[in-house]
């Protein structure tokens, strides 16, 4: 691909210059907030070398690169959540928004029969407060999930987050089982004394009725960028820039790259990101839940095939351009739901996607709100009020996040599918969140 976005070795050729610019930052591409002078971090220091040798880089390997590099990602070796952080999630914001996830699951598996044990898979599960709320709720209804065997698998890739969510999930008195060359690197027990296990890789959560889960995780995965010029599309690389050799800049490939391909020959923007590795999850996931059953939600700031150039950078919960100082600021691209739904296509159903704010009413957050408010102090209650403000409000998370499910085709249109011998015939009936939650 390096070799395809330059002719012979180094900063694109001359002759290409002269068909096509090559420098697209402000016009074209959102860089947030520049600070005054660039900070030569030794992830810049690392991509500069990279360049030189190689080439220009597309902005996937640029993210990729960035985010989770072994020895100086952004994420393997710190905690960037919370008030401390670089940016806040839902989760942190208020512990209704981890209840109604947990009562979602459980609804959905209501609705398909109770099946007699289920896998409660989390990618990217931040510091694990999710999967505590979602736990919460389990234990809270343990009545209803008395007979069900439950189980817990996080896929996480930092150690930092999984020494983070293990101190958050699992009781102290049960030490870690740890395993650097398993599937499974770590395994313990949870507060409830629900098994829970990580992986580094999705492939490698043992397949079974599941259900996933994935809230702000699609965003951070690479994305390859697109722009159509007169000659047709052309991708987006990152280049040294020949004014100032520790800064970085965009160019544009002087001719077609692999990635074009999984641009859409119908496409009308005229700026596209791409995210392969989305598409290869989708499709993974797709196949575990046409096979054993289950169910996927995806909750995430995107958009349904309209938005052109998102990629940008958060540092100190402020927007922060994306090629100055990289390794100290998280990058992140809204995700193409539009595209999720076509790699899904054919394997399974989706629903979606629909506005935070839409899902999170359907669930009946106003009413968890009042029983919580009406326990509370004072302090706790306007933190409560805060915390609904941020999440619904439509200037805020309320339409900016969406929620999409992936699953199975027999849910939603009926059918025949394999039930054991402790499940009840299920029917089709409303998805929660997508439609008003309603108890069977």
Known sequence: MRVLARVGVGPLCSAA???IPCFWRGKYFSSGREPAENQVTPMLRHLVYKIKATGPITVAEYMKEVLT????????????????????TSPEISQIFGELLGIWFISEWMATGKNAAFQLVELGPGRGTLSGDILRVFSQLGSVLKNCDISIHL????????????????????????????????????????????????QDVPKGYSFYLAHEFFDVLPVHKFQKTPQGWREVFIDIDPQASDKLRFVLAPCVTPAEVFIQS????????????AGVIIQELSQRIALTGGAALIADYGHDGTKTDTFRGFYGHKLHDVLIAPGTADLTADVDFSYLRRMAEGKVASLGPIKQQTFLKNMGIDVRLKVLADKSDEPSRQQLLQGYDMLMNPKK??????????????????????????????SPSPVAGFGELAWR
């Not at 590099?69 to 806040?88: C, Q, T």
């Not at 060359?181 to 949870?190: E, L, R």
């Not at 998370?397 to 249109?413: S, T, W």
């Open 69 to 88: 590099n072994p020895a100086k990602g952004y994420y393997v070796y710190r905690d960037m959540l919370g008030e401390k952080g670089d940016f806040i």
């Open 266 to 277: 119908d496409e009308t923007r005229d700026h596209v990101e791409v995210c392969p590795e």
């Open 17 to 19: 210059r002269a068909v």
């Open 397 to 426: 998370m309320g339409e900016r996040f969406h929620f999409f499910a992936l699953l199975p085709h027999q849910r939603l249109h009926g059918g025949s599918h394999p039930m054991n011998a402790c499940q009840s015939k299920p």
């Open 155 to 202: 896929v996480e890739v930092s150690e930092k987050l999984s020494e983070i969510q293990a101190l958050t999930l699992t009781e102290e008195k049960v030490p870690l089982e740890r395993n650097p060359g398993s599937p499974a690197y770590m395994k313990g027990v949870t507060k409830s004394g629900i098994p829970i296990s990580w992986y580094r890789d999705l």
